[in-house]
């Protein structure tokens, strides 16, 4: 008890990041620092407030609420940097969104997970339903990457604005009928393999449960915004190129919600909910986060937004989403999985870190 009060401490450096932000703004790394420090103890009541409503409606479901709340920091990040017309910074955290939970979260998840448990298991038929649907978003956005590095010299602007919007309501589509194959027609496919041993009762009632997340989701978004607002000055000072700060930096900072929620979950022997999350919010930044990006362009920032990745981009998202898949498609994990995904993980930041700015 003593350390669930501890953690939430640091709630206190929300409103220390705000009045420094208000009163000195010169001082953006502590802004920085105490937005994402004021994260954890977020990420922590979400976690909670997502693991008693799963009582209620059970992992997938709990999984895709997470993973909901949880992306509010993302889509903050997202819409503020397109309002500064950071739209280089917006294209490198989709990718890393999607890269820091399919590679560390899980990965993290596994790994803690397993020095618990020798093997835990999952369901194999979610699993590969979120595989394939990873690898129908990973093409999705390699059409309008293939359709800029082909005509975009040629000034066909006209065509490749269009191609984004249509492209942005075709993923919209999807992730709807995707909620109702999930919710709806096909539930059994993502009911957990094994159930729950113990049999524990939920401690907070549904109502408290959707408040204190909806409080947690709100804070979320609060530090996020703040983060966004000093990440720059920061990247700068640190001398980090922009790639690296949206792939990485902001991704993993964005994400911290659902991943500790996510890792939270795997302690608990909990690997359908774990995944649930992790994959959920993937699914979510490639079906709902990018296209509302290219929409909400529209009514922001310089100029429209479009889905124009680059070719390092598309090749670590790719090998991304395939290796993830490998690894969780035959519903089981373990500790050395976990290490496995991380790996792969760091290799890709280790990339990004190199690359100079002009790329």
Not at 176 to 193: A, C, E, G, Q, S
Not at 277 to 288: D, K, N, P, V, Y
Request: net charge neutral.
């Amino acid at each position: 008890m003593n350390h669930k009060i501890s953690i939430y401490y640091g709630l206190l450096a929300a409103p220390i990041a705000l009045l420094i932000r208000v009163i000195a703004p010169e001082y953006s790394q502590v802004v920085f620092v105490c937005a994402a420090i004021a994260l954890i103890p977020v990420a922590r009541l979400i976690s909670e407030a997502t693991e008693q409503l799963s009582f209620y409606a059970g992992d997938a479901i709990g999984g895709m609420l997470n993973a909901t709340f949880g992306n509010l920091p993302e889509m903050v990040i997202i819409l503020a940097a397109l309002q500064s017309g950071l739209y280089e910074m917006v294209l490198a955290s989709l990718v890393g969104g999607i890269l820091a939970n399919l590679l560390l979260a899980n990965g993290l998840s596994f790994l803690i997970g397993g020095f618990k448990n020798h093997v835990q298991e999952f369901n194999p038929v979610s699993a590969r339903v979120y595989g394939s649907m990873m690898l129908i978003a990973c093409i999705s956005m390699i059409v309008p990457a293939i359709f800029n590095n082909a005509f975009s010299k040629v000034v066909i602007i006209r065509e490749e604005y269009l191609l984004n919007i249509g492209l942005a309501i075709f993923l919209l589509i999807t992730y709807v009928l995707y909620l109702v194959f999930m919710l709806k027609t096909h539930r059994d496919f993502f009911k957990p393999t094994t159930p729950n041993e113990e049999t524990v009762s939920p401690k907070w009632t549904l109502k408290r449960a959707l408040v204190w997340l909806l409080c947690g989701s709100l804070l979320a978004a609060i530090t996020g915004e703040m983060l966004v607002s000093s990440v720059e000055p920061t990247a700068q000072s640190l001398g980090l190129s922009t790639g690296f700060v949206g792939m990485i930096v902001l991704a993993i900072i964005g994400g911290a919600a659902e991943s500790l929620s996510a890792i939270q979950m795997a302690k608990k022997n909990k690997m359908d909910l774990s995944l649930g999350i992790t994959f959920e919010s993937c699914i979510q930044i490639s079906l709902l986060l990018a296209p509302v990006a290219v929409i909400s362009s529209y009514f922001m920032g310089n100029k429209p937004f479009n889905l124009a990745f680059n070719g390092i981009h598309l090749s670590v998202l790719f090998l991304g989403v395939l290796v993830g898949a490998m690894v969780t498609g035959d519903g089981k994990s373990n500790w050395y999985k976990g290490v496995q995904l991380i790996m792969v993980y760091l290799i890709i930041a280790a990339l990004f870190y190199f690359i100079p700015e002009a790329n």
